[in-house]
């Protein structure tokens, strides 16, 4: 038993046996729990070993199974990788020959790639451009509009059109998309765009939108047709004169829409033979507006082809003529009056040649029309042979745009006729005309003629008539004068024998001669009114009523009233005076006032070189039935006997202010005195 104890001590494992033996020593303990438990211990120790003998079998088989794949994981890596180094140089191939501009930026706006197309499109070097920001270094102020938005994260797309400014300055137009790149978490970790320059595809949209745009706001009519002639597009000029809209016309003839009954078939006709052989018309043609309205138009189509010379339809513009037509029409209205007008018309180049002449010049002139339209004017104008003549008259009917000239015309067989003409300096289209209506004055001429004949035989009549005058006057003044003398000597030689009615008698009849005299006087002055003149001069009127009403001025009875500023005067004193004169007298003559008073003033009229004077008594007045009979010759309101007057002084101040174009006007009433009024001129001018 002992034994077997010991021998079982012994095939212990060597581990546990080493365990035992550091505790116990080489005498075992030999009670049976302790060697059960010994045992037991022995038991997990052996069946430990042989699991991680097990273990170690599998590993190592597993090992193997891991190398094998791991031998197949790395010959596939590797074709992966070659295959990714393909794709990858492939893909580098394609960005490097990519005509558009690939940029990846940090979350900064910082470049981090670029291809070539970056170096072709702005000019810019790649490697001078890396690490830099690409918004504020080559956008500059678009950039925060730009990118702003995308770092903000209220988008992750940006498509945008904008100027951008090469290297060399030069401004270009690119077409700049931008993509947002976020991670998991959705933090933005950086930016790729694509850049393409558009300048060309820019320019030709901004052309077409301009050329789209004249086309639109032209003020002509534009139609786009087919090849069929149909209407595929009209612009607003067209809507805004007929009246239709694009889908009213699209897919009609114009023909079909515009035309009218009074629309000419013959031009018509021609147009359509025109378009049929795709022809380029020009044509006037009368249409009519969706209204009914007729108008003209000048047309010009024009067909249209393909750059391979294929016909793809016509485009037409309309002029609108219609007030040009009526202007025509006018014109060749004109053309037919003066046509019958009595005066001939001529309109000359600024250089001298002849473009109309009417009917009447050629009748003068002995010539057609197609003989004389070309001419130059000095081979039908006698006045203008001398060189230089015709570009003096030019640049002196420039310089005061229109004058009247006289001249003589001269007809093919050399004779001349006087003519006068109207002339004017007219532009048109830029170039100068002259304008002239010329009358032929041969009758006038003859009767300039005799009336210079009859101005010198009136001459010397009026000679003969003034020494005649003086001397009738002087031989009736002569009587007189002796029946005066006669009756104061018989008034001396009778002085004590004369009753109260003899002397009465004889003053009576001495105040007739005197009458008579002053009658001859007046006759005289009335007959010299208009035709002598006496010099103008200066004077102040205030100066000539002082000194007048001084002169007229009997007693202390009398009182003037002067009124207004002085002012002064150029004119014939001595008719002025005449007249003032006769008025401030009768005022104080025919005055019934214990006071009379007499008022003058004047002031100056609105109408050019006029002034209005007046003089006003306080006498009886005159009755309205008088007020133009008193300016007759020899009238008087009042006997003769009663109050001395010849009748012939108010004739004279009207036949005066008949010869400066003066007016005459009165205002009176009975019993409350008397105005005279006339205008005067401030300035006369020598004649």
């Given at each position: 038993m ?57 590993l ?17 890596a ?98 700049l ?13 950086g ?28 003020k ?54 025109k ?25 010009n ?17 309309q ?18 009056f003066l ?45 203008f ?28 067989d ?31 001429v ?28 002087h ?42 005299e ?52 150029f ?46 008594d ?70």
């Amino acid at each position: 038993m002992e034994e077997d104890k010991k021998q079982l001590t012994l095939e212990v494992h060597k581990l546990l046996q080493r365990q035992l033996k550091k505790a116990f020593g080489d005498e075992l303990p030999t009670d049976d729990r302790f060697v059960r438990f010994v045992e037991a211990i022995n038991r997990a120790y052996s069946d430990y070993e042989k699991d991680i003998k097990q273990i170690e079998l599998v590993l190592e088989q597993s090992s193997n199974e891991l190398f094998k794949a791991n031998k197949e994981l790395q010959r596939l890596a590797q074709t992966k990788a070659e295959e990714a180094n393909q794709i990858s140089q492939k893909l580098s191939n394609i960005l490097a020959n990519l005509t558009d501009v690939i940029v990846q930026l940090d979350n900064q706006g910082k470049v981090l790639h670029l291809n070539r197309a970056w170096e072709t499109i702005t000019g810019y070097g790649i490697e001078e451009s890396l690490g830099v920001h690409f918004g504020d270094v080559f956008l500059g102020q678009k950039c925060h509009v730009l990118f702003e938005p995308l770092m903000h994260g209220e988008c992750d797309d940006m498509a945008r059109t904008i100027q951008f400014t090469r290297s060399d300055g030069k401004v270009i137009w690119v077409n700049l998309k931008m993509h947002v790149q976020r991670n998991e978490q959705g933090i933005i970790q950086g930016f790729i765009g694509i850049m393409r320059d558009e300048t060309e595809r820019y320019n030709v949209q901004k052309e077409n939108e301009q050329l789209a745009l004249v086309v639109q706001k032209t003020k002509n009519s534009i139609i786009i047709g087919d090849t069929e002639g149909k209407i595929q597009w009209v612009n607003h000029a067209f809507e805004n004169l007929t009246g239709y809209t694009l889908s009213e016309v699209k897919g009609k003839r114009p023909g079909s829409v515009l035309q009218g009954p009074d629309t000419d078939k013959t031009t018509v006709n021609y147009i359509r033979e025109k378009i049929q052989k795709k022809e380029v018309v020009y044509a006037t043609l009368l249409n009519y507006s969706k209204e009914g309205k007729p108008y003209w138009i000048e047309l010009n189509i024009e067909p249209l082809f393909d750059n391979n010379g294929e016909h793809t339809g016509y485009i037409a513009i309309q002029n609108d003529i219609t007030e040009r037509k009526k202007i025509q029409d006018r014109i060749n209205q004109l053309v037919f009056f003066l046509d019958q007008s009595s005066e001939a018309v001529q309109i000359c180049t600024e250089d001298g040649y002849l473009e109309f002449v009417n009917n009447e010049a050629c009748k003068r002139l002995q010539r057609t029309k197609e003989e004389l339209i070309g001419l130059h004017i000095s081979q039908i104008e006698k006045e203008f042979e001398p060189p230089g003549a015709w570009e003096r008259h030019v640049a002196e009917v420039k310089a005061v745009g229109k004058l009247v000239a006289t001249g003589a015309h001269k007809r093919p067989d050399g004779s001349t006729f006087p003519v006068e003409a109207s002339v004017s300096y007219i532009k048109s289209d830029n170039k100068g005309y002259i304008l002239a209506f010329i009358r032929d004055i041969s009758e006038r001429v003859q009767a300039e003629n005799r009336i210079k004949e009859y101005m010198a035989n009136l001459e010397k009549v009026n000679k003969e008539h003034d020494q005649f005058a003086y001397i009738v006057s002087h031989d009736l003044k002569a009587p007189l004068r002796a029946i005066a003398n006669l009756a104061t000597w018989i008034e001396e030689d009778l002085e004590g024998y004369m009753n109260p009615e003899i002397k009465k008698q004889f003053e009576m009849l001495k105040n007739r001669v005197k009458r008579m005299e002053n009658l001859i006087n007046g006759i005289l002055q009335y007959s010299r009114v208009g035709r002598s003149k006496n010099k103008l001069e200066k004077i102040v009127l205030q100066d000539l009523v002082n000194e007048l009403c001084e002169a007229i001025k009997t007693d202390n009875t009398c009182q003037f009233i002067i009124k207004n500023d002085p002012i002064e005067l150029f004119t014939e004193k001595i008719a002025l005076e005449q007249v003032l004169q006769n008025f401030i007298s009768n005022a104080i003559k025919y005055n019934d006032k214990d006071i009379k008073i007499v008022e003058i003033g004047w002031s100056e009229l609105p109408e050019d070189n006029k002034i209005e004077i007046y003089v006003r008594d306080n006498g009886p007045g005159i009755s309205p039935e008088y007020h133009e009979k008193i300016f007759m010759i020899f009238q008087t309101l009042q006997s003769r006997d009663e109050v001395e007057s010849t009748g012939v002084g108010l004739a004279i101040v009207k036949k005066i202010a008949d010869e400066k174009k003066s007016k005459i006007r009165v205002e009176s009433e009975l019993g409350k005195g008397t105005t005279f009024y006339f205008t005067w001129p401030i300035t006369e001018r020598e004649s």
